[in-house]
């Protein structure tokens, strides 16, 4: 039986038209929500991008090396105010304070003696390496799966 | 932004929540229609509405939120399809010189004249499934998402006259199943 084209377009799109509309799976609200939630809580520290992981690592830099410097002398000021009882406590805390500053001298020592001369190699490594593997990438997406690359 | 009715969640949680609920069908519909694989679409529909995540505020209460949602299911889709256009435009010229077997439906038995409408319903939904992709794309496309012959031969890469051929081809195969 032959039909004409424009009759054949009209019977399947009103055949179409009635079909009823596919149900999502029931796995997709649940795998939607959980792939959302971290966005919605926040974003753990290693997935936040390059500026903003480098800032925060300064911001913490300044706060540990203020704290490390400028808290034994707090501790001083503050021994004048507070009673003798609290004197041993304050005295501890001072010991304490001043071991801080002191692995604070260490860590800066270590900073520059040994971890910067070999952070641009390490740096220059990392970017080297990720623009290899992105290019690998790249390339294997272009292809089809069956040997056929696109072009 | 903060959810209405959920004051201790975090904001916009609860109205995402139903949004999602809302739209999760229809775009989970046009995903599965073109790609005619549950798993795919299933994984295409969750990159929309991440996608939507990131423009919930844009998008949440305009009417234009389902328009979006199909254009970005769209071209997801089609995205997904594109790295086995090569293969498929491939069978789609094997089928201009008159190859039957990519008409999926051609050789099956004739149907059942005491099918009920459920029945043939899901069987014309099975044989849309089972078109090619050069056929099955552009019929879904014209006739679920309405666009244009020319709107489907630009989006695809292809001209107006083999989009019109093989939605032909389609239609024909899908014919024994209409009512």
């Excluded at chain 1, 300044?62 to 507070?82: A, F, M, S």
């Excluded at chain 1, 997406?141 to 056929?148: A, H, N």
């Excluded at chain 2, 099975?126 to 031969?153: K, M, N, S």
Aim: aromatic share 8%; net charge neutral; hydrophobic share 45%.
């Amino acid at each position: 039986m032959t039909m004409h084209p424009e009759e054949l377009t009209r019977l399947v799109d009103e055949a179409l038209g009635q079909l009823p509309l596919p149900r999502a799976p029931r796995s997709l609200h649940p795998r939607v929500m959980a792939a959302v939630t971290p966005q919605i809580h926040g974003r753990p520290w290693f997935t936040w991008s390059w500026p903003a992981q480098v800032a925060a690592m300064v911001c913490l830099a300044v706060i540990v090396t203020g704290v490390t410097w400028l808290e034994p002398r707090l501790v001083l000021d503050l021994t004048q105010w507070v009673p003798e009882w609290m004197v041993g406590v304050t005295a501890q805390i001072s010991a304490v304070a001043e071991t801080g500053s002191a692995v604070g001298r260490v860590v800066q020592v270590t900073w520059s003696g040994v971890v910067l001369p070999i952070a641009k190699l390490v740096l220059l490594l990392t970017v080297a390496l990720c623009t290899a593997c992105a290019a690998c990438l790249a390339a294997l997406g272009r292809m089809t799966p069956g040997g056929v690359s696109q072009t | 932004m903060a959810a209405r009715g959920d004051p201790s969640g975090p904001p916009g949680a609860a109205a995402f929540d139903a949004f999602v609920r809302e739209y999760q069908d229809m775009v989970y519909a046009v995903a599965v229609r073109l790609l005619a694989n549950d798993a795919d679409a299933e994984d295409v529909a969750q990159t929309v509405f991440l996608r939507a995540y990131e423009r919930f505020a844009d998008i949440h209460g305009q009417p234009t939120a389902p328009g979006w949602l199909k254009t970005v299911a769209t071209n997801l889709c089609l995205n997904h399809l594109e790295r086995y256009r090569a293969r498929w435009r491939f069978f789609s010229e094997l089928g201009e010189v008159g190859d039957q077997p990519f008409e999926a439906t051609s050789a099956a038995e004739p149907p059942d004249a005491a099918l009920d409408a459920a029945e043939r319903q899901a069987r014309l939904e099975a044989a849309l499934r089972e078109l090619p992709p050069h056929q099955r794309v552009p019929i879904v496309l014209f006739h679920f998402e309405h666009l244009g012959y020319e709107d489907i031969a630009r989006t695809l890469g292809v001209s107006v006259g083999k989009v019109k051929t093989d939605m032909h081809r389609g239609r024909l195969a899908l014919r024994r199943w209409l009512s």
